[in-house]
């Protein structure tokens, strides 16, 4: 039987919930095995996101008019009804009454025809009542924040004492758009002005940012298909982790370490800041990773980047004092991508606060690689203060040879040497950079 989106949607979440898989490899992965057509595929890429984003406002729904509670479901029947929810809320060039019936005809097709009267029933209560959904309860508490944008309790009751309710809620509601495309101009290939002058002819829909330079946004389009792929005249990297890299400055002739560098994003940024002349080690503890890095440098046409497995907590005496710039771009709990990794929302508190001290042991260990004069360049993909602000203020009061260094972010100058990025107030990925100088 031919697979539509909705079956693609299906079988994306159950490999996201048995597998682990991440959700924009789970939905490609799919989506080329049943061979769906755009449309299609397009529609079963916004479903299977769509639910993991709003997962709990669906069961709290789905909870309003079913029997039984959404956690007592069976798994694929509760992903089921959770679509169906979502067509119901969010999609409205959908008519309710194909949510609804492609909902049943999906039950019956996996084979949980029993079950097929009770999604009937609960999806058409939605439907019946869309106009006048039961409030969700306790307005201004971090339940409410919890349930309307799905988010762990855990997560929303940090981010509320970090940053105030309202500042919270404009965070989580972005982190439950679409988020945007952006890709980096390959000026070792192409001039920024060509490529955008290629890329308009496609009728691609982009925009231009003036920082950092050669960063455009993208909103529609497969990467692929978009011009200059096989060229390697771009790649894929959010405008907040080039920003991190044109913090760090580095120059032509400069040697580099990228201490966590797969898939290499921030090695390639530096490579074209540094013109191609210099030396960049790339390092990863993973082997198989390290051929993404090797890949990418080739189809861009850098010729300055040695990727090496290394693990980034292990000293190495042949390393020290050896690089003008170290880039500790540490693991993390990811929130700041949250928008585009919405089963991120899924860790729970333990997985995150054992984190900031691996981020300290990995920052401690690299800092010795850095030459005096030279500059350490911490960063994450989130934002809290205890894997970013918390890390550096730690590593700076046994670190007294170091100090944060003032730069320039666009037109703002940064005297504290240290900022976050925010998706509801940059428009890019959460992120965080520290620029800290060895003292001479």
Known sequence: MQMGARDAALAALEKCRRDGAWSGAAIDGVIKTAGLEARDAALAARLCLGVLQNSRLCDFYIDCYCSQTAKKLEPKLRDILRLGVYQLLFLDKIPARAAVNESVALCRACGLSRAAGLVNAVL??????????????????????????????????????????????????????????????????????????????????????????????????????????????????????????????????????????????????????????????????????????????????????????????????????????????????????????????????????????????????????????????????TVLRAENEGVVERFLEHNGHFAPAAFTLGPRVVESGMYTFWPNIDGTDGFFAAKLIRKA
């Open 124 to 381: 058409r209560r939605v439907s019946e009542n869309i106009s006048a959904l039961p409030d969700i309860p306790n307005v201004g508490s971090v339940e409410h924040l919890s349930i309307k944008y799905s988010h762990p309790e855990w997560m929303v009751s940090q981010l509320i004492e970090e940053q105030g309710y309202a500042f919270t809620e404009d965070f989580l509601r972005c982190c439950n758009t679409p988020p945007s495309l952006d890709i980096q101009v390959n000026t070792l290939k192409v001039s920024t002005a060509d490529y955008i002058r290629a890329l308009a002819r496609t009728g691609t829909e982009y925009k231009s940012l003036d920082f950092p330079a050669g960063c455009i946004e993208l909103h529609g389009g497969s990467v692929q298909t978009l011009p200059g792929y096989e060229e390697g005249l771009f790649y894929v990297q959010d405008a907040a982790a080039r920003a991190a890299v044109e913090i760090a400055a580095p120059r032509p002739g400069m040697t580099v370490l990228d201490a966590c560098s797969a898939p290499g994003g921030k090695a390639f940024s530096a490579a074209l800041r540094m013109e191609n002349a210099g030396r960049i080690l790339a390092c990863d503890i993973h082997e198989k990773k390290l051929r993404l890095i090797r890949q990418g440098a080739e189809r861009l046409g850098i010729e300055i980047i040695s990727a090496q497995q290394r693990d980034a907590r292990v000293p190495d005496k042949t390393l020290e004092g050896g690089f003008d710039l170290v880039i500790a771009d540490v693991p993390c709990s990811g929130l700041g991508v949250i928008r585009k990794k919405p089963e991120i929302r899924t860790k729970s508190r333990a997985d995150v606060e054992a984190l900031p001290q691996i981020q300290l042991d990995i920052l401690s260990n690299l800092s010795h690689f850095v030459r005096p004069g030279g500059v350490l360049l911490y960063s994450t993909c």
